[in-house]
T-cell receptor, first 111, second 115 residues
Framework: TQLLEQSPQFLSIQEGENLTVYCNSSSVFSSLQWYRQEPGEGPVLLVT?????EVKKLKRLTFQFGDARKDSSLHITAAQPGDTGLYLCAGGQGGSEKLVFGKGTKLTVNP | ETGVTQSPTHLIKTRGQQVTLRCSSQ?????VSWYQQALGQGPQFIFQ???????GRGNFPPRFSGLQFPNYSSELNVNALELDDSALYLC??????????????FGPGTRLTVL
């Protein structure tokens, strides 16, 4: 069974602080996606990484895929209250769109 | 262009009943996936349909079944409901041959409560 472990499970920080969320697995994935989900809504895709060692930046968010394609991290610089939400990582394999999701990191950014 | 829509928004059923959840995929999308998200958990893959054919299934019992229609909308049916079926059911669509690289667009979900 493929599992994605996310840490930390909960994170509460002050506006302006930096943070990193981790996503780890013993399995290799062909792609790794990060989503943000707000209460009452479905997940919204933030980024897809597919190459080992790949780094992608989206404004204040930096995503990295591990060299062995088993782990990933999401770093947020100068967090803002609008960043509050549930951050989910999801691994994909090959010719299927079946995604294996982690349990998520619930981030709260206090003003 | 409308996004992925799901109906109903909320539903309350009792144990042993049957339920049908509906999903309208985004315009032009031909692949639909269904996920179950229990409280405090990440979504779990139930199954996927591509051009009206099932294209993969997760670890869910046969009482979870689905359909995709010629207009690519989809249904999820659950028979003999159990308390553990209480969850948010998410539908996601994409627009090409299934691939782990495709962006999937999620609907807002149907919150099912089984009493």
């Amino acid at each position: 069974t493929q599992l994605l472990e996310q840490s930390p499970q909960f994170l509460s920080i002050q506006e302006g602080e930096n943070l990193t969320v981790y996503c780890n697995s013993s399995s290799v994935f062909s792609s790794l996606q990060w989503y943000r989900q707000e209460p009452g809504e479905g997940p919204v895709l933030l980024v897809t990484v597919v190459t080992g060692g790949e780094v992608k930046k989206l404004k204040r968010l930096t995503f990295q895929f591990g060299d062995a394609r088993k782990d990933s991290s999401l770093h947020i610089t100068a967090a803002q209250p609008g960043d509050t939400g549930l951050y989910l990582c999801a691994g994909g394999q090959g010719g299927s769109e079946k995604l294996v999701f982690g349990k998520g990191t619930k981030l709260t950014v206090n003003p | 262009e409308t996004g992925v829509t799901q109906s109903p928004t909320h539903l309350i059923k009792t144990r042993g009943q049957q339920v049908t959840l509906r999903c309208s995929s985004q315009s032009g999308h031909n692949t639909v996936s269904w996920y179950q998200q229990a409280l405090g958990q990440g979504p779990q893959f139930i199954f996927q349909y591509y051009r009206e054919e099932e294209n993969g299934r997760g670890n869910f019992p046969p009482r979870f079944s689905g359909l995709q229609f010629p207009n690519y909308s989809s249904e999820l049916n659950v028979n003999a409901l159990e308390l553990d079926d209480s969850a948010l059911y998410l539908c996601a669509s994409s627009y090409s041959r299934p691939s782990s690289y495709n962006e999937q667009f999620f609907g807002p979900g149907t919150r099912l409560t089984v009493l």
